[in-house]
């Protein structure tokens, strides 16, 4: 089925063919759930219920010019099925309620209202700390237990690993690449002339520290670990989107996190002590060689945010990452 909000009888008669309607239910409505850039994602309501249906397409939904593997939708519900098992981690997700192979489509649990954590990029206020232990204690657990538990399913996701890589560690530091900066933000692209693509040996360090990202390990990351995925809702904050997941260094979830806990206004010492006060031992140099990859690729590759910053706010974090990479 292609999923489509204004084709209610065909997603009522995929749901009752696959035997996930009551016999008196009957679909009411169908809205976009959330801007998600990856997927078509739908809040279904019937006159009993409401869910989500999340179908992966051979692109990115944001940006359909850009080829995206279809595999993502079953990488994603394989993250589900293994991390219910686990304290810590379960608590915090979604219910997978169904999974379709052939359709690339899952029907997960509606949270409920609620909003992601990207209006914390406008530095109006903290995140709550409570909320940034809840988060930074699944992350934990999710590392832990996913060592200490024989996985049935391996976790590799080459083909979105590969995709992610070239937007984080390969493209935006190829000086023609093409992507008009200025569209962005007036004086980006000189900024990036003058940072980026001139700096000696940057490129350099990104694809070497990609390739880290590349290799395989033995610990289950998020894979996206940033606010977008983060969602507030009257029963508590949870967490979405595990469709980059694999298996890697735990570095990685925590190098993002610390990336985006700057970009919503938090200093770069106090972000990395609350990663160790919350989260504990890490490779600290690895995490913070991430976090400078995240900062650059955020600001001066495709995945860009709502961010509430001037230029030259951008190009003291510049800076800071590019020191943080070349030093």
């Known amino acids: 089925m292609h999923l489509d909000q204004h084709q209610l009888n065909t997603i009522h008669s995929w749901l009752h063919q696959n035997g996930l309607l009551a016999p008196e239910e009957a679909i009411v409505s169908a809205e976009k759930a959330g801007e ?14 409401s869910f989500i249906l999340k179908q992966a397409r051979p692109y990115v939904e944001k940006y359909p010019s850009i080829a995206a593997p279809v595999e993502r939708a079953a990488m994603e519900a394989a993250f589900f099925k293994a991390a219910a098992q686990w304290e810590g981690v379960e608590e915090l997700l979604p219910r997978l309620l169904y999974f379709a192979p052939d359709d690339h489509l899952q029907m997960i649990e509606d949270l409920g209202a609620g909003a992601d954590f990207t209006t914390f990029y406008q530095r109006k206020e903290p995140i709550p700390q409570k909320d940034l232990t809840d988060l930074l204690g699944f992350l934990k657990a999710l590392h832990q ?15 979105m690993r590969e995709l992610n890589h070239f937007h984080i560690f390969d493209f935006p530091f190829q000086p023609n690449n093409g992507l008009n900066l200025d569209g962005i933000q007036e004086g980006l692209q000189a900024l990036a002339e003058r940072s980026i693509f001139q700096q000696s040996g940057l490129r350099e360090k990104t694809l070497a520290l990609g390739l880290r990202y590349l290799a395989d390990g033995d610990t289950l990351l998020h894979g996206d670990f940033f606010p977008g995925s983060w969602l507030r809702t ?5 967490v979405i989107d595990p469709e980059f997941c694999f298996q890697g260094d735990a570095e990685f979830d925590l190098g993002v996190c610390l990336a985006h806990l700057c970009f919503c206004g938090m200093k770069w010492a106090t972000a990395l002590g609350i990663l160790q006060e919350k989260y504990g031992e890490f490779d600290v140099d690895l995490c913070q060689d991430f976090a400078a990859v995240e900062i650059l690729r955020r600001i001066y590759g495709v995945g860009q945010l709502p961010l509430s910053m001037s230029i030259a706010e951008k ?11 070349i030093s």
């Open 36 to 49: 998600g850039n990856m997927n078509y994602t739908l809040r279904i309501q019937s006159n009993m219920r």
């Open 145 to 159: 237990q996913s060592r200490e538990t024989p996985l049935k399913e391996q976790f590799q996701n080459r083909a």
């Open 315 to 325: 190009e003291a974090l510049t800076l800071l990452a590019i020191q943080q990479l």
């Open 234 to 238: 009257e029963r508590g904050v949870f």
